[in-house]
């Protein structure tokens, strides 16, 4: 199911959040708002400011980072009104 999610996912996100391997559909859990419009992406610790952060274009959320070390946040993509 993920594998499924992931492969249909890659055809809107943006080229600049990802490069064919930096994006993953997430669970609602695995995020915490934070204040100003920020997020937390929790099992990596890693920030998402304002900027980043765009309308999902699914029923889910992702998040886009960097695949080496240090890992660094990209985009991130949540539901609306949820």
């Not at 499924?4 to 809107?12: K, M, Q, R």
């Not at 990802?18 to 609602?28: I, N, T």
């Not at 998040?63 to 946040?73: E, F, G, L, N």
Request: hydrophobic fraction near 40%; charged fraction near 20%; aromatic fraction near 14%.
């Amino acid at each position: 199911m993920i594998l499924e999610l992931l492969i249909l996912a890659h055809s809107w996100y943006p080229a600049d959040c990802c490069s064919g391997e930096d994006c993953r559909p997430v669970p609602a859990s695995d995020l915490r708002e934070l204040d100003k419009g920020e997020w937390l992406y929790i099992p990596l610790a890693l920030v998402y400011q304002k900027r980043q952060v765009f309308p999902s274009q699914d029923s889910n959320y992702h998040v886009c980072y960097t695949r080496w070390w240090p890992k660094a946040s990209l985009c991130l993509f949540i539901v609306q009104g949820a």
